[in-house]
């Protein structure tokens, strides 16, 4: 009996981590054969080049694809979504997966699921049904409705998806494979590398037991045009703290070229020798960090989801989580210096919460690839009334 091929679709940095657990799991499950794309700003140096961690944790790609066009405004991301289509179709037409996974909500995503589902080919897909407004939540629910099996990451999730007509004999809340990365890294001890040596990045070095912030914050897409204002209102709360801060570089939606203008020019005339930059890092590293630092900053899911399990004080600013799922360890601000100043002070006085499992416990990869092995999927959908 041959395996069954499950072609798993990596595209930017955050897909990776949150795919990882159940790459790993497929790859070693006796009854399945995992096929692996790698494409869009997962195989840009200026993102990190997330395609050479993925080489260096044993994964070998079956095909790339390219489909960013330069410039990240809402033009260029529709443009790229249907570059997305063209190369896409042409590695499924190939490769023959028997299932294809899409990962959360990013606007590759679109282009992976619209593929899939004109080549009949069945859809499975993580961290669906959950709230977080802005586009992620429109491409996220459109994905739903193309995606044949549906592996949220709450009870809460799968209920909103079972709510929106899907079968619910296809829903299955396994926990977010994310957090199956974070348990691991906790139970292998603290960080044991110079990542400043490893990672490079720009900025001026500290020792990692000394306290620091770590801060990721993105473009919010319908909020186009208004990001180099929020990052700066951002800087100069952390200005006002001049605490040692890793801050990453934002993702490839649209505005992030914005982001990025500003953090160079407030380099350049601001003193600003407390802060250090990182195009990207292994998400053992991220997870380690995260453990380490007094508060995570900025406006990524992280915060919420690994930041929950963690225990790590967060403040999320702004409205790209909007309604997400949180645990007691969020403050949320909005774009303004003195919140965000006040709220930070707040949670490195607070110090530690204590664990919560809002998004799982650590096993979401193994149980997707045991469903995955024996689902019996049609490919024509049916509304459950």
Same mark, same amino acid.
């Given at each position: 009996?041959?395996?069954?091929?499950?072609?798993?679709?990596?595209?930017?940095?955050?897909?990776? #981590? %949150?795919?990882?657990?159940?790459?790993?799991?497929?790859?070693e499950h006796p009854e399945l054969k995992l096929q692996l794309i790698v494409g869009s700003?997962?195989?840009?140096?200026?993102?990190? #080049?997330?395609?050479?961690?993925?080489?260096?944790?044993?994964?070998?790609?079956?095909?790339?694809?390219?489909?960013?066009?330069?410039?990240?405004?809402?033009?260029?991301?529709?443009? #790229?979504?249907?570059?997305?289509?063209?190369?896409?179709?042409?590695?499924?037409?190939?490769?023959?997966?028997?299932?294809?996974?899409?990962?959360?909500?990013?606007?590759?995503?679109?282009?992976?699921?619209?593929?899939?589902?004109?080549?009949?080919?069945?859809?499975?897909?993580?961290?669906?049904?959950?709230?977080?407004?802005?586009?992620?939540?429109?491409?996220?629910?459109? &994905?739903?409705?193309?995606?044949?099996?549906?592996?949220?990451?709450?009870?809460?999730?799968?209920?909103? $998806?079972?709510?929106?007509?899907?079968?619910?004999?296809?829903?299955?809340?396994?926990?977010?494979?994310?957090?199956?990365?974070?348990?691991?890294?906790? !139970?292998? !001890?603290?960080?044991?590398?110079?990542?400043?040596?490893?990672?490079?990045?720009?900025?001026?070095?500290?020792?990692?037991?000394?306290?620091?912030?770590?801060? #990721?914050?993105?473009?919010?897409?319908?909020?186009?045009?208004? /990001?180099?204002?929020?990052?700066?209102?951002?800087?100069?709360?952390?200005?006002?703290?001049?605490?040692?801060?890793?801050?990453?570089?934002?993702?490839?939606?649209?505005?992030?070229?914005?982001? &990025?203008?500003?953090?160079?020019?407030?380099?350049?005339?601001?003193?600003?020798?407390?802060?250090?930059?990182?195009?990207?890092? %292994?998400?053992?590293?991220?997870?380690?960090?995260?453990?380490?630092?007094?508060?995570?900053?900025?406006?990524?899911?992280?915060?919420?989801?690994? !930041?929950?399990?963690?225990?790590?004080?967060?403040?999320?600013?702004?409205?790209?989580?909007? !309604?997400?799922?949180?645990?007691?360890?969020?403050?949320?601000?909005?774009?303004?210096?003195?919140? $965000?100043?006040?709220?930070?002070?707040?949670?490195?006085?607070?110090?530690?919460?204590?664990?919560?499992?809002?998004?799982?416990? /650590?096993?979401?990869?193994?149980?997707?690839?045991?469903?995955?092995?024996?689902?019996?999927?049609?490919?024509?959908?049916?509304?459950?009334?």
């Amino acid at each position: 009996m041959e395996k069954r091929k499950i072609c798993i679709v990596v595209a930017n940095r955050a897909n990776y #981590s %949150s795919i990882k657990s159940v790459m790993q799991a497929v790859d070693e499950h006796p009854e399945l054969k995992l096929q692996l794309i790698v494409g869009s700003s997962a195989l840009l140096e200026r993102f990190g #080049s997330v395609v050479n961690l993925i080489k260096s944790d044993g994964f070998l790609p079956d095909a790339v694809f390219h489909m960013i066009i330069e410039g990240e405004t809402p033009s260029t991301m529709a443009k #790229s979504a249907g570059i997305g289509l063209l190369e896409l179709s042409t590695l499924f037409q190939n490769l023959q997966p028997d299932i294809v996974v899409a990962v959360g909500d990013r606007f590759e995503i679109m282009a992976i699921a619209i593929t899939a589902a004109y080549m009949n080919i069945p859809l499975a897909h993580t961290m669906g049904g959950e709230v977080s407004g802005t586009i992620d939540e429109s491409i996220r629910h459109a &994905v739903t409705k193309l995606a044949h099996i549906h592996f949220p990451a709450t009870q809460k999730s799968a209920d909103i $998806i079972i709510r929106m007509g899907e079968q619910p004999s296809s829903v299955h809340a396994v926990g977010c494979p994310r957090i199956d990365l974070v348990a691991d890294c906790l !139970g292998n !001890g603290r960080l044991d590398k110079n990542i400043f040596n490893e990672y490079k990045g720009v900025g001026e070095t500290f020792a990692l037991n000394e306290p620091f912030l770590l801060v #990721s914050q993105h473009p919010v897409t319908t909020e186009y045009g208004q /990001g180099r204002k929020q990052i700066r209102e951002t800087l100069y709360a952390l200005e006002e703290l001049k605490m040692h801060t890793i801050m990453l570089w934002p993702n490839v939606d649209a505005g992030s070229e914005d982001i &990025v203008k500003e953090i160079r020019t407030f380099r350049e005339h601001r003193k600003s020798e407390y802060l250090h930059l990182f195009k990207n890092l %292994s998400i053992e590293v991220y997870i380690r960090l995260m453990a380490a630092c007094k508060c995570i900053v900025g406006n990524s899911s992280s915060a919420i989801r690994e !930041g929950a399990f963690v225990g790590t004080p967060a403040v999320n600013i702004g409205t790209r989580q909007t !309604g997400r799922e949180r645990g007691k360890n969020v403050i949320d601000t909005d774009h303004d210096r003195n919140d $965000i100043l006040r709220a930070i002070r707040k949670q490195i006085n607070n110090g530690k919460y204590e664990s919560e499992q809002i998004y799982g416990n /650590g096993n979401a990869g193994r149980k997707i690839a045991d469903i995955l092995s024996t689902c019996e999927v049609n490919i024509q959908k049916r509304l459950a009334y």
